[in-house]
């Protein structure tokens, strides 16, 4: 008896099938990513001359207030809803005692007040740490070489005040301390702002990838020693989870994961862990490495919105990131 004919097994999952045309791509796209999705991060500076672009930050510039005023109109024509301020301010006035931090009139405030102005329906988000005004570079108050906790927190609460006076939509504690989110939460539901929403940097890194950030705002010479004491350790997942899940029992709203691309596995694991709001930062290594490999000609442009679905994919509801006017463009 002869056996009847080999035939070879038809491969009944041909994944390729769905890729064969942009329709059928398109119909199987499983993650989105829009201007919507995006935070803008703008640099504010009160320095004569200290406006245009930041070597470190190749495309990205220094805004002047009137600067800063026609970014926000940009993104309101580009649909981004909201800029983030970072306030490039005067190196004479940074003291040890940070009191510039709560002053109304800081440059951080007014860019808050000036994007207002023109611009009421974009959402403002600050930056809450010492760093801008502290004459040696930390977060937080220094005493002795410590890192002081909690007499921090009460500076943080003053300058949050502040803030929320000028009209911010969104506070952003970048600065680390235990226990600030609760006491910006009280301060905010006793002083006339329960609804200012908070977006707390809740699993913020010790990461070489702030380099470019600190030339841009002047704070690159001035920093004495490291953020080890109070920003979290590359090598830990865990100790992320408690600080997003402090962060969010304290009161915040929304929770960040920084920098982004290297730490696409706790963003994961916060939006599964949590299933809050969940926001990246890519940060300004990350910009300089993506812009100098682009400027140099090693990688096409493309690699942004690849960079970008990551954190979509990942879980993220959005980034913070120095592409968004560019990305917007683009996506438009
Ligand atoms: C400091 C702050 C930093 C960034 C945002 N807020 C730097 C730091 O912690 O030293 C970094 C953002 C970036 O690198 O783009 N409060």
């Known amino acids: 008896m002869s056996s009847p004919p080999i035939v070879a097994p038809f491969p009944a999952t041909r994944l390729r099938r769905l890729r064969r045309t942009p329709a059928l791509r398109a119909l199987t796209t499983e993650v989105s990513l829009s201007a919507a999705n995006l935070i803008w991060p703008i640099f504010v500076t009160e320095i004569a001359g200290g406006a245009g672009e930041i070597p470190s930050m190749p495309g990205v510039e220094r805004l002047t207030l009137d600067g800063a005023k026609r970014a926000a109109e940009t ?36 860019a808050i007040r000036a994007i207002k102005e023109v611009a009421p329906d974009l959402a403002v ?17 220094v005493r002795d070489g410590v890192i002081l906790n909690d007499e ?6 003053r300058m949050a005040l502040a803030q929320a006076e000028a009209g911010a939509d969104i506070l952003g504690p970048s600065d680390m301390m235990d226990g600030r989110i609760g006491a910006l939460r009280m301060a905010l539901e006793g002083n006339g702002h329960k609804d200012v929403a ?13 380099g470019p950030f600190r030339d841009a705002v002047g704070a690159s010479g001035r920093l004495v020693g490291d953020k080890k ?16 899940a402090r962060d969010l029992a304290e009161g915040a709203d929304m929770v960040m994961v920084k920098p982004g691309m290297p730490y696409l596995d706790i963003c994961r694991m916060v939006k599964d862990q949590f299933a809050a709001p969940t926001y990246a930062y890519q ?22 919105l690849e960079s970008l679905l990551a954190f979509r994919r990942a879980g993220c509801d959005g980034i913070l990131t120095y592409y968004a006017p560019q990305l917007a463009e683009r996506l438009a």
């Open 152 to 157: 921090t927190v009460e500076a943080l609460v």
């Open 283 to 304: 940060v300004s290594g990350e910009y300089a490495m993506l812009e100098g490999a682009i400027r140099n000609g090693w990688l096409s442009r493309d690699v942004v």
């Open 229 to 244: 004491t109070y920003q979290i350790n590359p090598a830990n997942r865990e100790e992320a989870m408690r600080c997003v």
């Open 75 to 110: 993104a309101m024509r580009l649909n981004i809803p909201a800029v983030c301020i970072f306030p490039h301010s005067d190196p004479d006035l940074k003291t040890d005692t940070c009191e510039r931090a709560w002053d109304p009139e800081n440059i951080g405030n007014k």
């Open 125 to 141: 988000m600050t930056d809450i740490a010492l760093d801008p005004y502290n004459a040696n570079g930390h977060d937080g108050l």
């Open 198 to 210: 908070i977006l707390s940097y809740a699993a913020k890194y010790a990461s070489g990838f702030y």
